[in-house]
Structures are given as structure tokens and as C-alpha cells.
């Protein structure tokens, strides 16, 4: 590699944020936290250069990052190389497809579409103009995520996948039940299926190795605010080779991010998969072969805790994942890999089958 060509690598990927959600915070720190070099904040933009102002300071963003107004000068600045989008789901699709053609990469906040319809378009529109895409999923790159799958892929650990079960939930607040974009039908008309049925779909489907279910059935146990908006929903997800997961997301009921994955020799369980009680690291259970002691007093073994250590927090990682692909795509004139357009397709897929089983008065829907 020559000089010239080393300098280049070693060019951050500059990305431009579209909106001033709240967890635009979170991906600036995140950013910060990188080696020198990954990435970098080039720009952000707002409907209104007020408010693009206040989160500058509020994120302590250097005086260098431009500030624009509207979204449209963002996609025409020459000087940023990929677009973090936290807008409401229903401008995902609009701005997504509008970054692509302009040859910026995309990185978007979960749900990534508000169907898979929109989700296609919008993939369409990445592959066509050789961007990297890819969804917001933080916990798909922490470390222990890589060690849990090695684990469910040993047949003397976990065996035969039997069931899943995961939650993910928490207790809104009533200015968030009234306010928050969540609850919005003409913004994010998924409400908690979006929100955090995306995370339980996605790691049901993680841990088949993203083997699609055959059927989907919503669970009766639905809650609709006034406008028909999901607050809390569950279902059920059936393989043809026996395979049984669960989930429940709900703005209704205690923080959890729940996953327990049963197999035939053992079980694997994590108590905060979405985001883990320390940023430093994280741990599950593990347990395999035991029985029912003699008498059936107690058991023959007790789980294991794995404990995996984070480098950086699982956001940060995310962001470096994202930047390796788009330098991969800029230096090595690579085609951008499909894998993770892939994942947020099937994911995608199951929470439109969960959707039409509610609206559907919760037939079964095959995939």
C-alpha cells in the first residue's frame, strides 16, 4: 500500500445526521468513542437551524460540524459520506431512498420500515447505488452476542433448538403515552411492534441462524391506545421441525430485554440483551446437560455465567462495523455486502406477519 493510499484508508467515514431525535445523543457519543480515524460528525440537520443549534451544544459537537436546514442540504453536501437516520419510521422510506441517490451509505434506526414494501424500496435503492445499508440493531455487534452464537452452534451445548422466549418492554411514562412519537399513528404506526418487537423478532430469527418461521400467530392479549396504536402485543412463531418462540413488547409493563433459547441438551439465558447493565461488558447462562438431582432435591448442575468484556459499548461498535463495510465499498472498490440488508428484510417480514395477524383478529399468517 502506498503512502498516498494509506492516508486514504486511514480517512474517517463522515456521516451526517438527519434529525435531532434523542438518540442522535447516543450515536455522537458513540461516534466520540471510536479510535481516531473511524469516523467522524460532518454534519447535522433539522427542520430548523434553531434546533439543529440546540443539539449541536447540547452533544457538544465541535464548531467545525455544519449545521443545515432542511434535510435536502444534508444529501447535498459533498463532504458527507453516510446519513444516520432517527426520523419517525414514516420518513424512513423518503429520506433513506433520497440519501442512496446521492451515494450516501445509510444507516437507520429501527424499525427500518414501517412494511416491507417501503423496506424494499429502500434496499432497492442502496444496491442500485452501491451504499452500504444498515439498521440499528446495537446488540447484533457486541461481543457477546459473538460468543452466545458460538455457544447455540456447538451441538453439545444447546442441541436442537426447542424454543425461544424474549420480552422486551418497558413503563411509559403518561406524558409518553400522550406525546411521544411512539404512540403516533401518522408517525410510528407500529407503536411497541416497532419499537421493540423489532428487537425480539431479531434475535428469535439470530438465533435460527435466520431460518424464517412457517407460521405467525398474534397473541389476544393486545393493547391499542385511542388512536389504534400498539402498546403492548405478543405472538407466537411456529417452525415446520418443531420449533416454538415467544415474544412480548410493551410500553406497559417493567424494563425487561429478556431471550431464553432452549435446546434439546441445554439452555442459554440473558437478562438484558438490548442493552446491557454495564457498558463495559456483559454476561448470559448457560447450562447444559443437567437433570433433576436423586429424589429430585435439586438439580446436577447449576448454570454457568459467561462473562464477555466490550472494548467500547455495543453503539460504538455498531458504528464501527458500519464504517469497516463503507471503507470496504470507498478504498477497495468492494460491492457492499447484502448481509445486513438481509437480516432487517426477514425481520421485517415477521413483523408484518404479526401486524396482519392482529389487524386479521389474530389468524395464523404463513410465511
Known amino acids: 500500500m502506498s503512502e498516498s493510499e494509506a492516508e486514504h484508508h486511514q480517512k474517517p467515514i463522515r456521516f451526517g445526521i438527519l434529525g435531532c431525535a434523542r438518540i442522535s445523543h447516543k450515536f455522537c457519543r458513540a461516534i466520540s468513542l471510536l479510535p481516531s480515524g473511524t469516523a467522524t460528525i460532518s454534519s447535522i440537520s433539522s427542520r430548523s437551524l434553531d434546533k439543529a443549534r440546540q443539539f449541536a451544544a447540547s452533544a457538544r459537537l465541535h464548531s467545525s460540524v455544519k449545521l443545515l436546514s432542511p434535510y435536502d442540504a444534508l444529501l447535498e453536501d459533498t463532504s458527507v459520506d453516510a446519513v444516520y437516520v432517527p426520523l419517525p419510521t414514516c420518513q424512513h422510506a423518503t429520506w433513506a431512498i433520497a440519501a442512496a441517490a446521492k451515494g450516501k451509505h445509510v444507516l437507520i434506526e429501527k424499525p427500518a420500515a414501517l412494511c416491507v414494501e417501503e423496506l424494499e424500496r ?42 425461544i422466549h424474549t420480552s422486551s418492554s418497558f413503563l411509559a411514562t403518561p406524558e409518553f403515552l400522550q406525546n411521544d412519537i411512539r404512540v403516533k399513528p401518522d408517525l410510528d404506526s407500529l407503536g411497541a411492534l416497532g419499537d421493540l418487537g423489532w428487537y425480539c423478532i431479531g434475535c428469535i430469527l439470530w438465533a435460527t441462524n435466520y431460518n424464517l418461521p412457517k407460521t405467525v400467530v398474534a397473541s389476544p392479549s393486545l393493547s391499542l391506545n385511542q388512536s389504534g396504536v400498539i402498546l403492548s402485543c405478543g405472538a407466537s412463531l411456529y417452525w415446520d421441525d418443531g420449533l416454538v418462540a415467544t415474544l412480548n413488547c410493551s410500553f406497559l409493563s417493567h424494563i425487561s430485554t429478556d431471550l431464553s433459547i432452549h435446546g434439546s441438551q441445554g439452555t442459554l439465558l440473558v437478562r438484558d440483551l438490548v442493552i446491557p447493565y454495564r457498558e463495559d461488558g456483559a454476561s448470559f447462562e448457560v ?19 459467561v462473562a464477555v468484556k466490550a472494548p467500547v459499548p ?26 445486513w440488508a438481509d437480516i432487517s ?23
Not at 428484510?345 to 410465511?367: C, G, H, M, Y
Open 287 to 305: 447450562i447444559s446437560g443437567a437433570h433433576f438431582a436423586e429424589l429430585h432435591i435439586g438439580w446436577t448442575k447449576k448454570p454457568e455465567e
Open 122 to 163: 429502500i434496499l432497492e435503492a442502496c444496491e442500485k447505488n452501491r451504499v452500504v445499508f444498515m439498521d440499528g440493531a446495537m446488540w447484533l455487534h457486541h461481543p457477546r452476542t459473538t460468543e452466545m452464537r458460538r455457544l447455540i452452534d456447538d451441538p453439545s451445548r444447546i442441541g436442537r433448538l426447542r424454543l
Open 314 to 339: 455495543q453503539e460504538a461498535l455498531m458504528v464501527l462495523e458500519f464504517a469497516k463495510e463503507v471503507k470496504l465499498v470507498r478504498d477497495k472498490k468492494s460491492d457492499p455486502s447484502l448481509k
Open 345 to 367: 428484510r426477514k425481520t421485517q417480514l415477521v413483523l408484518d406477519a404479526v401486524k396482519k395477524s392482529i389487524d386479521k383478529k389474530f389468524e395464523p399468517i404463513n410465511l
